[in-house]
Nanobody
Framework: QVQLVQSGGGLVQSGGSLRLSCAGS????????MGWFRQAPGKDREFVAA???????YYDDSVKGRFTISRDNAKKVLSLQMNSLKADDTAVYYC???????????????????????WGQGTQVTVSP
């Protein structure tokens, strides 16, 4: 199973940018799908973006066009570039990895928290108005 360690995040003004990284360990990094979720104060954790083993990319509508997910299997790193940040993006962000999975996976599968077997420790992103 993949172990995940997150970095990045912090405080930024509205309209600014931040980049989150998630370093994976273990030999199966390229065999899993990866995703980002977030949890705002007082709200449930929600899907942000995901990338399958085959490179399919999915975004929640709230971040489409502003956030970019990417993965580097050679370096075992998952990234989330966040541009045009809004106050509503303030949350703790989590990276996640599925167990070994087929090459392609649907939006419905990768947007569900129950599809993921490993989680990062979470990192705070705060966007000031």
């Amino acid at each position: 199973q993949v172990q995940l360690v997150q970095s990045g995040g912090g405080l930024v003004q509205s309209g600014g940018s931040l980049r989150l990284s998630c370093a994976g360990s273990g030999r199966t990094f390229s065999d899993v799908a990866m995703g980002w979720f977030r949890q705002a104060p007082g709200k449930d954790r929600e899907f942000v973006a995901a990338v399958s083993r085959g490179g399919e990319i999915y975004y929640d509508d709230s971040v489409k066009g502003r956030f970019t997910i990417s993965r580097d299997n050679a370096k075992k790193v998952l990234s989330l570039q966040m541009n045009s940040l809004k106050a509503d993006d303030t949350a703790v962000y989590y990276c996640a990895a599925t167990s070994r999975i087929a090459f392609f996976a649907s939006y419905g599968y990768l947007s569900a928290q129950k599809s993921y077997a490993a989680w990062g420790q979470g990192t705070q992103v705060t966007v000031s108005p």
